[in-house]
């Protein structure tokens, strides 16, 4: 049993659990921070999506041992916060659209959006289809349509 | 051409200006209850022709199974003005909350968030009248909501009476405010008392015609939206239940096999985390402090096993059990110089699950059970729970939790079932949650099938249209089964289920076109693997298979598809969403070599879908490089029309024709399961290729038909058999081969197959390599 300390939605949590247990688990069952959803617990369907140091990763596949004590995830309940509101811009874009079906992808879609969007704009370049085509998430809903539709508008905001 | 359109389709539901009686309930706050068989009227005898289901569907029997049944649902206003209600049908996606919310809102003259509608729990005395399946819940529960709504509304208007010293007759209420003539005003929340009835008496109501409706028919957002993108939607995994750890189960390397013995279970009592190991009929159960404890622990397990159903079968050996149990076409006596046209068709196994794995949390102690889990039919899942755990049906509490995604998977208590049987072994309340891994291989499937379909022409006139869909065997032994009989369905007949799957197929089965002596027969064979009624349930094959007819048909006759289709339509609902499409989705507009449309239409749920998609086969499009994903052909335009009858909210109508459309794309070019030596293949997202986005179309269009109706259909499942049809018939196009076999790909394995032992993948360690 490790002692674990790191940022979690801009708060220092400090936990105890073995070191090769998966962020996911440390999140969800352990933190009872409930937004990454299970889907696949290997890196394929994306469910978990959340951000570390700003940048979209999927704790299913990273050992908590491996987050260290500066290290900032971010899940979608700290999402607002990153840009001191109420809802982010992406999650604005998502209610306007209307995206949501099951909802239970829509967390990690929301996070890998973000991600992708700010990848984009820190190369300088606009959104393309090309870009949407390397989101991974799984949709089983299929409401594909409006997730690209919602990160366009999304990205017009950010 | 015998056309329809003197028959009014919704003619026998004329809900106009009709008169409902309803229910005060008594007590200390407002309630109000309606019987929820209200508004469906008896029809009569079936008809040979027309064809069974344009007057008498799956939709109808569902109704009618619920017609003797006295089963009340209740409106509650509460002191703070708002309304609740429980609903006794289950959300996983579709947007009933949502849509229910909306027809209560309009009843009541209040504010749509201001309506809570939840989950029912099981309620027995329901009977058959509880069930989420075939696109069933507004049609069975627009009326009775309303009447119930209606009768608040009133209640309130009478006692707002009182208070404002008038009359109801110059009273308008407006958002929960009413109004008198005086301008003085009184609030929903301060009537919600005073209008409670102190006995319970029946009332009678008149409902409000369609032409003042300023709710339904709008466009509204999911109530739940807010919910969802901030994650705080709450599904069963999220659900905290005190004790209830972290639970998965070790499965057998091969489909329904069986745990002999435990080599190794002190062992993997002693890992971190883990507290109870236990062998149950499905495989050895493990419950640790996390999921990721589970996994590890699963892994480690050395389990014995006994064989499963289908040792050593493979998906030759299956298909060649379907065509020897096809019934043979027998066309009827024709005219020597008629041509004729045959063709087969083969659909491959398919997953049925949903993003969220099959999971529910169990409790079961010595006297009672309770069980938290996304079930579509609850009444079957208390049934199955109390015998399962030796309980009396009343000692078992079945709390329906909504759902992430179902696809007819939540049709089946598979996970509650086996969530309660472990808790009684453990001792202690549990956490089920199946690996994804399991989903494929163990899970649900929608079964493989074939149909063969021969057709007679003669001068440009199709004299005979036969289709004979045979199928590995159909499970309804659930909800739908529930409808007709739950006990009778799960007799060893040595029949199978054909009877039962035979009512459905009849019940859903409509080909719209005049094509003469048309037949459409159903036999289903083998009963070993694990079925279910997949979104749309025989529909997207059996369409499928005839709109590719259809085409070829147009062709033999030298005619145009959608001028073929519009000749022969029986239904003037049908041509109209076709004509819908075919304008807005420019049929006919060049395009270069291997590109193509395709068109297709699909009647069903008292409503009709047509669907327009231009395909991208050319090698460029087709060999694009994504890792460990299936490229393929692209669908870079869907148009889809849907009249869908009255609509309550289009916005919620265009999602599902969304998802129907995401579902064809991959039921005709990506997803299947391949069974090999006794197990199917698949283990992940990246093995079984649902839709993705490098597989979505670029421009999507959905036209919500206008109707007068006063009648709603079926949403949820409208909008997959016309989408898949129209895939299969631009892909024909483009290459100018018709496919046979669906999906396309299926021949080709595209990817590395996981070991079956352990069933489960390790959890990946590298996923800081793989940011962006």
């Given at each position: ?158 | ?214 709710v339904i028919g709008t466009p509204q957002n999911r ?460 283990a992940s997202w990246d093995n079984y290729f649902y ?50 076999r669906f999906p396309i790909n299926h021949d080709q ?24």
């Amino acid at each position: 049993m490790g002692q674990h300390t790191f940022i979690l939605n801009g708060s220092t949590v400090t936990v105890n659990v073995d070191d090769d247990v998966r962020l996911l688990w440390v999140l969800r069952d352990v933190l009872g921070i409930t937004g990454p959803k299970y889907g696949c617990g290997i890196n394929v369907c994306k469910a978990c999506t959340s951000h570390i140091n700003g940048k979209a990763f999927n704790p299913c596949s990273v050992q908590v041992k491996d987050i260290g004590p500066t290290d900032q995830v971010t899940t979608i309940e700290g999402l607002p916060a990153t840009v001191g509101a109420e809802l982010h811009p992406m999650q604005e874009a998502w209610l306007e659209n209307d995206v949501a079906q099951c909802g239970y992808c829509q967390p990690g879609q929301i996070m890998a959006a973000v991600a992708k969007v700010n990848q984009v704009h820190a190369a300088g370049r606009e959104l393309t289809d090309a870009d949407l085509d390397e989101i991974r998430n799984i949709c089983r809903c299929g409401t594909y349509s409006r997730i690209r539709t919602a990160i366009r508008a999304g990205a017009e905001a950010m | 051409m015998t056309d329809l359109e003197s028959r009014p389709p919704f003619a026998r539901a004329n809900l106009r200006r009709r008169t409902f009686v309803g229910y005060l309930l008594g007590g200390a706050t407002l309630a109000v209850a309606a019987d929820l068989s209200l508004g469906n009227p008896a029809y009569a005898a079936v008809p040979s022709l027309p064809q069974i289901p344009e007057l008498y569907d799956l939709g109808d029997l569902q109704t009618d199974a619920a017609r003797p049944t006295a089963n009340l649902i209740r409106i509650v206003i509460n002191t703070d003005g708002t309304a609740s209600f429980e609903l006794p049908r289950m959300e996983v996606g579709q947007g009933i909350t949502t849509s229910t919310a909306m027809i209560i809102a309009e009843e009541l003259d209040l504010p749509v968030d201001k309506v809570h509608v939840s989950l029912a729990p099981a309620r027995p005395e329901l009977m058959f009248n509880q069930l989420t399946g075939g696109s069933n819940t507004t049609v069975s529960t627009y009326t009775p909501i309303r009447v119930a709504a209606a009768i608040a509304r009133n209640a309130l208007l009478g006692a707002a009476a009182i208070e404002l010293g008038s009359i109801v007759a110059l009273l308008t209420s407006k958002e929960g405010v009413i109004t008198g003539p005086t301008g003085a005003s009184v609030s929903y929340a301060d009537l919600a008392t005073k209008a409670a009835s102190p006995t319970t008496q029946a009332v009678s109501v008149t409902l409000a015609p369609r032409s003042s409706f300023t709710v339904i028919g709008t466009p509204q957002n999911r109530v739940d939206a807010l919910a969802a993108v901030t994650g705080r939607k709450t599904f069963t995994l999220d659900l905290e239940i005190p004790g209830a750890l972290p639970t998965m189960v070790c499965r057998p390397p091969t489909l329904n096999g069986s745990p002999r013995s435990i080599s190794n279970r002190a062992q993997v009592l002693a890992m971190p985390g883990v507290t109870h190991v236990e062998a149950v009929d499905t495989g050895v159960a493990v419950r640790a402090a996390t999921f990721g404890q589970c996994i590890d622990a699963v892994r480690a397990l050395v389990v014995v096993w006994n064989p499963g159903s289908v040792e050593g079968e493979s998906d030759a050996t299956v298909l060649a059990k379907l065509r020897a149990a096809e019934i043979p076409l027998a066309v009827p006596p024709i005219p020597l110089l008629a041509q004729t046209v045959e063709a087969e068709f083969t659909f491959m196994f398919r997953s049925s699950a949903a993003l969220e794995p099959n999971c529910a949390v169990a409790d079961v102690r010595a006297d009672h059970a309770t069980v938290w889990a996304g079930l579509k039919a609850p009444i079957v899942a208390q049934t199955e729970i109390a015998a399962a755990v030796g309980l009396p049906v009343e000692k078992v509490t079945v709390n329906v939790v909504t759902g992430g995604g179902s696809f007819g998977h939540k049709l089946f208590n598979d996970a509650a079932v086996e969530a309660a049987k472990i808790s009684q072994k453990m001792g202690v309340p549990v956490k089920l949650m199946w690996h994804r891994a399991d989903e494929p291989r163990q899970g649900r499937v929608h079964p493989m099938a074939t149909s063969r379909i021969r057709a007679t022409v003669l001068l440009g006139q199709v004299l005979t249209f036969e289709q004979r869909h045979t199928s590995v065997s159909t499970d309804f032994g659930h909800g739908l089964g529930e409808m007709i009989s739950h006990n009778l369905d799960k007799l060893p007949t040595g029949l199978g289920n054909l009877g039962f799957a035979e009512t459905i197929f009849t019940l859903t089965q409509e080909l719209p076109y005049d094509f003469g002596v048309v037949t459409q027969l159903l036999n289903e064979c083998d009963m070993r693997f694990n079925t279910g009624s997949m979104r749309n349930i025989y529909s997207p094959d059996v369409a499928c298979a005839n709109e590719l007819m259809v085409d070829r048909l147009a062709a033999l006759t030298g005619q145009d598809p959608v001028a073929f289709r519009l000749a022969f339509l029986k239904n003037s609902r049908v041509k109209d969403v076709l004509r819908k499409v075919a304008a807005v989705g420019q049929w006919g507009r060049s395009m270069p070599a291997g590109m193509a449309q395709g068109v297709a239409v699909h009647s069903e749920y008292k409503g009709a879908t047509a669907v327009l998609v231009e395909i991208d086969c050319r090698p460029a499009t087709v060999n694009r490089p994504i890792v460990n994903g299936v490229t393929g052909p692209r669908v870079t335009k869907a148009v889809i029309a849907v009249d869908a009858g009255l609509v309550i909210n289009p916005r919620g109508l265009e999602a599902q024709m969304m998802g129907g459309v995401s579902d064809g794309i991959a039921l005709a070019l990506t997803s299947s399961l391949h069974l090999r030596d006794g197990h199917f293949l698949e283990a992940s997202w990246d093995n079984y290729f649902y839709t993705r986005e490098w597989n979505a179309p670029l421009d999507f269009q959905c036209i919500v038909m206008p109707s007068t109706s006063e009648q709603p259909g079926g949403a949820g499942e409208a909008g997959v058999a016309a989408s898949v049809s129209a895939v299969a018939c631009a892909y024909a196009r483009a290459t100018g081969t018709m496919p046979t076999r669906f999906p396309i790909n299926h021949d080709q394995l595209s990817f590395t197959v996981k070991p079956f032992v352990p069933p489960i993948p390790e959890s990946p360690t590298d996923g800081l390599s793989h940011t962006f």
